[in-house]
C-alpha cells in the first residue's frame, strides 16, 4: 500500500543514471547491474472473513492477527464478506491469502474429517477439501494409514498425523468455541447444556413443555454430562410428549428458531459448500442411511446394515417416500454414492464430485441395488469403523438430481467445464425425505420447514432411541433471520423465538442473563476457529513463514477477548475429543507447538521479527517486511 | 412473522406521528400559521407544476426499492471489495470519535436525530418550499434529492463494503442498535450492511443544510435549525458506528456536487425570481 522506501530508492538510483554516467565511464556498468536487479517492496497480505453482524468472533480474530501481522511490518487488509461471498472466494475461487472461518461440524470431529481437509488428492477441487492447497507427502500417507489402521494402531498414527499438521500449519487451530446459545424458558424441553442446540439430532428429541406457566422454575431439563450420556430429567417429561405427538401436536406447537446466517433463505442445496455452514437443515430435511449421535450409530433410513464381507455391507431400507409422494428405494441410494463422486455421472470429460461429503463419498468405490429395499455398499480400503462414516451422507432423490448432471451454463455458455447444474443450483423447493419438508422461504426474511407426517420416526420405529420415536414434536420449524446477534437475543428475551441457532458474541451474552424469560445453553463446539493459509502462494506456501504467521496469534488472549471466555485454546484440530488428541499437543497455558511471541496479548515485536528473519526474510531500516517487486 | 411486522409498524407509526408533529411545530414558528395554510389552495396547481421533478424523484425510488436487491447481487459479485482498504486509509478515526466522545446522553440524542431528526429533515423542506409563491427551488430540492439516491445507487453497486461496527466490534458499540432494537428492525428492512459508501445520511443532510442556507432570506430560521441538525446527522452516522470517515467525506462531496447541479439543471421560470438569485443580485 504505502511506497516503501526501498522502492522510492530505486526510483532515485534510475533518476540519476544519466548523471552518474557521464561523470564517469567506468561506472556505467556498476549502475547497470544495480538498476537492473528488481527492487524490493513490502510484503501486503489480504485477510478475509465475516463481517460482525454475521459473526462476532471471525472478525476479532483476524483483528487481532492483523495487528500483530502490521507490527511485524507486512502490511495488511482485513477484507470482510458475507458467508456465501466469502466461502465463494475461499473454497471455490481458492483467491485469499489468509481467511478466518469456522470447521463445518457439529459432531465431534473424526479424525477422518481431515482426511478430505488436509489430503493432497483434494487440492485442486473445491469445497472444504483442502481449501489451503497443501500437498505434503508425509500428511498424505498419515492420512491414508489411519484410515486402514486397525482401532489399537489408530491412536498412535493419529497423534503423527496431528503433529504433522501442527509442524506444518496448514491452518491454525485456534479455540474451539461454546456454542452459546438463547433459549426461552417453558415452551420446549430437552436442550442440553452439553449439547449444541442447533444439531439437527437435538432439534427433533425436544419436546413440547407440559404446562406452559410452571415450567420456568423447573431447569427446562437442562442436564450436563457428557455426550452420549443417559438423559435423566428428560425421561419423564418423553412419556406425556409421545402421546401429544402421536394424536398430533397442539396448534400452537411451532418451533421458533433465530439466526444471522441468510443462506438457507436463499439456497438449500445440501452439495453446495459455499451455502452451507454444517448443513443442519438439509439434514433435516434429507435422510441419511445411519446417524451418529455421540458414539452411538442409530439405524436411520437403514432399518439393518449387515456385513457382506471385509468391504461391503448389504443396508435394507425403511419404507420411506420422498417429500414429492415418489417411493424411496435403493435405486436412489446407489445414485447418490456414484453421485457425489461424479456429478456429471460420467457424461463430463472427468469426474466432477460433490464438493460436499468428499471425505465420506471417497471411503465409498460403489454402490448396488440388490433389489427395491436393499442396496450393497462396498468401501474403500479403510477399516469398518472408518468405511461406515460413509453411511451418514444424504440420500438424494434420482428422479430430481439425474436432471441436473449437464456441466453449467449461463443463457447456453459453458462457464466453466467442473461445474455441473447440480452445484450452482439453489435448489429452491428441496425434495427429500427427512422429518421436515420445506414450505416456504423469503430470502432475508425466514424460512418455514413443516414436519413430515409420513416419516418413519412418526411410527415409532425399531432401533431408533425413545427420545426420538414419534418425534419432531412441532408440526412446524420457522427459521427467522435477524441482522446481527443482539437482535437475535432480543427476540428470545421478546417470547418471539424459542433459540437462537447463529454465533452469539460478548455484548449478546450479557443480555441473556439479563432476561428472565431467556437461558443460557452451551457446549464446546467442534467448530473450531482457525487461520486458513493459502500455501499455493509465496510467502505462504512457506512453512517456516506459515509457523511464524502462527506465532503472531495469542490464543489464550484471543478467547479472553474475542469469546469473553467462551472457548478453549487449542494446538490441533482434534482438541476437544480426548481420546485422539495427541498428548503433546495439549494446549496448557502456551501453545506447545507455535508459542506466542509475547504475553497476555502483548506481542514482543522484537522476537517475532527475530522469527522472520530467522525463516529468511529481511527488514529496511525502517522496519518494513520485504519481498522481491512482483 | 405478524409480531415482526406489529413491532415495524410501531416504529413506523412512531415515526410519522413525531415526523408530522415536528413539522407542524417548526412550521408555524418559522413559516408562520397564514404562509402554512396558503399550502393547502397552493398545493394541486404545485403538483401540476412539479410534474417532471415528481416523477423524477419517484422513479428513482422505485428503482432503488425494486432493483436494490438484484443491484447487492452484482456488487457481491463484480463489486470492489473495500472495507480492507478504507480501513487502511483511515484506520480507528471512528474508534477513537467513539471512545472520546460517547456518553449516555449523547448516544440518546445522536440516535434520535440519526432516525427521527433526519426524517424530519428531509420532509421539512417539502411543507417549507410548498408554500412559497415560486416552485423553483423546490424543484431543485427534489432534483437534488433524486440525483442523491440514483448516483448513491451506482455507488452502493461498483462499492461493497461493511462500516466500522463490522470491522472494529469492539471499539465501536453499535450504539444504535443496543439502545434500540426496535430501530434495528427498520434499518435492516431497508438497508443492507454493505451499503455504507457513501453515507446517504449525510449526503441528504446536507443536501437540505446547503437549500436551507441557501434559502436563509426566506427562512433565517429554518436555517438556524436545519444547519445545526444536518451536522448532527453527518456526526451520528460516524458516532454510532454506522458509516466510515470516507463514506462522510464522499456524502458531503456528493451532497455538494448534486445541490451544484440541481442549480445548473434548473432555473428560474420567466418573471420569477427565487429568494437566493434576488439575494445574488443585491
Known amino acids: 500500500m504505502t511506497p516503501s522506501p526501498a522502492t522510492t530508492r530505486r526510483a532515485v538510483i534510475a533518476g540519476s543514471l544519466a548523471g552518474l554516467g557521464t561523470a564517469s565511464a567506468g561506472c556505467l556498468g556498476r549502475v547497470r547491474n544495480i538498476a537492473g536487479r528488481e527492487g524490493s517492496t513490502q510484503m501486503t497480505l489480504d485477510v478475509y472473513t465475516t463481517p460482525a453482524d454475521a459473526d462476532p468472533h471471525g472478525i476479532r480474530v483476524a483483528r487481532h492477527l492483523e495487528e500483530h501481522l502490521r507490527a511485524v511490518g507486512i502490511a495488511t487488509r482485513v477484507n470482510t464478506m458475507a458467508e456465501a461471498d466469502l466461502y465463494r472466494r475461499v473454497l471455490i475461487n481458492q483467491s485469499f491469502d489468509i481467511y478466518i472461518g469456522q470447521f463445518p461440524a457439529h459432531q465431534r470431529i473424526d479424525p477422518d474429517a481431515l482426511y478430505p481437509f488436509c489430503h493432497s488428492e483434494f487440492n485442486p477441487e473445491p469445497g472444504w477439501q483442502n481449501p489451503f492447497g497443501i500437498t505434503d507427502l508425509t500428511i498424505d500417507d498419515l492420512l491414508e494409514e489411519q484410515r486402514g489402521a486397525t482401532p489399537e494402531d489408530r491412536p498412535a498414527v493419529v497423534d503423527d498425523l496431528q503433529r504433522e499438521i501442527a509442524r506444518q500449519q496448514p491452518f491454525v487451530t485456534v479455540v474451539f468455541p461454546d456454542a452459546l446459545t438463547a433459549v426461552q424458558r417453558g415452551r420446549f424441553e430437552g436442550w442440553r447444556r452439553d449439547e449444541r442446540v442447533s444439531k439437527p439430532m437435538r432439534l427433533l428429541s425436544l419436546s413440547l413443555s407440559g404446562d406452559d406457566e410452571g415450567a420456568s422454575g423447573t431447569g427446562d431439563g437442562e442436564t450436563t454430562g457428557d455426550d452420549g450420556s443417559e438423559r435423566t430429567e428428560e425421561a419423564t417429561a418423553e412419556t406425556t410428549t409421545e402421546t401429544t405427538a402421536v394424536d398430533g401436536p397442539s396448534a400452537d406447537a411451532t418451533l421458533r428458531l433465530v439466526t444471522t446466517d441468510p443462506r438457507v433463505a436463499e439456497n438449500r442445496n445440501p452439495i453446495a459448500a459455499e451455502y452451507r455452514r454444517d448443513g443442519t437443515y438439509t439434514e433435516l430435511l434429507y435422510d441419511s442411511l445411519i446417524r451418529t449421535r455421540g458414539d452411538d450409530r442409530i439405524p436411520w433410513l437403514a432399518r439393518d446394515v449387515s456385513w457382506l464381507d471385509e468391504q461391503t455391507v448389504r443396508v435394507s431400507l425403511r419404507e420411506a417416500t420422498w417429500h414429492d409422494g415418489e417411493p424411496l428405494t435403493a435405486a436412489d441410494v446407489a445414485f447418490t454414492y456414484a453421485f457425489l463422486s461424479d456429478t456429471s455421472m460420467g457424461t463430463a470429460d472427468a469426474p466432477i464430485p460433490a464438493p460436499r461429503f468428499r471425505g465420506r463419498s471417497t471411503l465409498v468405490t460403489g454402490a448396488e441395488a440388490v433389489d427395491d429395499r436393499t442396496v450393497d455398499v462396498t468401501f474403500a480400503d479403510a477399516h469398518p469403523q472408518v468405511g461406515l462414516r460413509a453411511l451418514t451422507v444424504p440420500i438424494l432423490p434420482e428422479h430430481i438430481w439425474s436432471e441436473r448432471t449437464e456441466v453449467a451454463a449461463i443463457a447456453g455458455i459453458e462457464v466453466d467445464e467442473q461445474t455441473t447444474d447440480a452445484l450452482v443450483w439453489d435448489n429452491p423447493e428441496p425434495v427429500g425425505s427427512g422429518p421436515l419438508r420445506f414450505v416456504e422461504a423469503s430470502p432475508g426474511d425466514r424460512v418455514v420447514f413443516a414436519r413430515n407426517d409420513d416419516h418413519f420416526l412418526d411410527r415409532g420405529p425399531e432401533g431408533v432411541p425413545a427420545d426420538l420415536r414419534g418425534k419432531p414434536a412441532f408440526d412446524e420449524l420457522l427459521l427467522n433471520l435477524v441482522p446481527s446477534d443482539i437482535a437475535a437475543v432480543e427476540h428470545v428475551a421478546d417470547r418471539r423465538a424459542d433459540a437462537t441457532v447463529s454465533n452469539l458474541g460478548p455484548e449478546a451474552v450479557p443480555r441473556i442473563g439479563r432476561e428472565a424469560d431467556a437461558t443460557l445453553v452451551s457446549r464446546q463446539s467442534s467448530a473450531f476457529y482457525h487461520v486458513g493459509f493459502n500455501v499455493r502462494n509465496e510467502p505462504l506456501s512457506n512453512p517456516r513463514f506459515r509457523r511464524a504467521v502462527a506465532g503472531l496469534i495469542d490464543k489464550a488472549h484471543v478467547v479472553d477477548e474475542a469469546f469473553q471466555g467462551y472457548a478453549q485454546p487449542a494446538a490441533s484440530p482434534l482438541a476437544n475429543a480426548d481420546e485422539w488428541l495427541a498428548d503433546d499437543l495439549r494446549f496448557d497455558g502456551r501453545d506447545p507447538e507455535t508459542p506466542f511471541f509475547g504475553t497476555d496479548g502483548a506481542l514482543d515485536v522484537e522476537a517475532a521479527r527475530e522469527a522472520f528473519r530467522e525463516a529468511g526474510y529481511r527488514y529496511d531500516d525502517e522496519g518494513v517486511l520485504l519481498v522481491r517487486e512482483p | 412473522m405478524i409480531e415482526r411486522y406489529a413491532v415495524l409498524l410501531s416504529v413506523v407509526t412512531y415515526l410519522a406521528i413525531s415526523t408530522v408533529s415536528l413539522c407542524l411545530i417548526v412550521g408555524v414558528a418559522t413559516i408562520g400559521p397564514g404562509r402554512l395554510y396558503r399550502l393547502r389552495q397552493n398545493a394541486l396547481p404545485r403538483i401540476r407544476e412539479l410534474k417532471p421533478q415528481i416523477i423524477l424523484l419517484v422513479s428513482v425510488l422505485l428503482v432503488s426499492a425494486v432493483a436494490r436487491e438484484r443491484l447487492q447481487v452484482v456488487s457481491q459479485l463484480y463489486g470492489l471489495y473495500l472495507t480492507g482498504a478504507i480501513f487502511a486509509f483511515e484506520g480507528e478515526f471512528v474508534a477513537w470519535l467513539q471512545a472520546t466522545f460517547a456518553t449516555p446522553l449523547r448516544t440518546l440524542y445522536f440516535s434520535w436525530v440519526y432516525v427521527y431528526g433526519y426524517v424530519f429533515l428531509l420532509v421539512f423542506p417539502f411543507v417549507a418550499y410548498g408554500v412559497l409563491e415560486e416552485s423553483t427551488t423546490l424543484k431543485r430540492l427534489m ?140
Open chain 2, 143 to 282: 432534483t437534488a434529492y433524486a440525483l442523491n439516491y440514483a448516483i448513491g445507487l451506482v455507488c452502493y453497486t461498483v462499492v461493497y463494503a461493511h462500516g466500522p461496527r463490522n470491522i472494529m466490534p469492539d471499539m465501536v458499540q453499535p450504539l444504535l442498535f443496543t439502545f434500540n432494537p426496535d430501530v434495528l428492525a427498520l434499518t435492516s428492512q431497508i438497508n443492507e450492511n454493505t451499503n455504507v459508501f457513501p453515507s446517504l445520511h449525510t449526503s441528504l443532510s446536507v443536501t437540505v443544510g446547503l437549500f436551507a442556507l441557501l434559502t436563509r432570506r426566506e427562512y433565517p430560521g429554518w436555517a438556524a435549525i436545519a444547519t445545526p441538525l444536518a451536522l448532527s446527522v453527518v456526526i451520528a452516522t460516524m458516532y454510532l458506528g454506522i458509516h466510515w470517515l470516507v463514506d462522510v467525506i464522499a456524502g458531503i462531496a456528493l451532497a455538494v456536487g448534486c445541490v451544484f447541479a440541481s442549480y445548473r439543471f434548473i432555473s428560474p421560470a420567466a418573471g420569477e425570481t427565487t429568494e437566493d438569485t434576488a439575494s445574488a443580485v443585491e
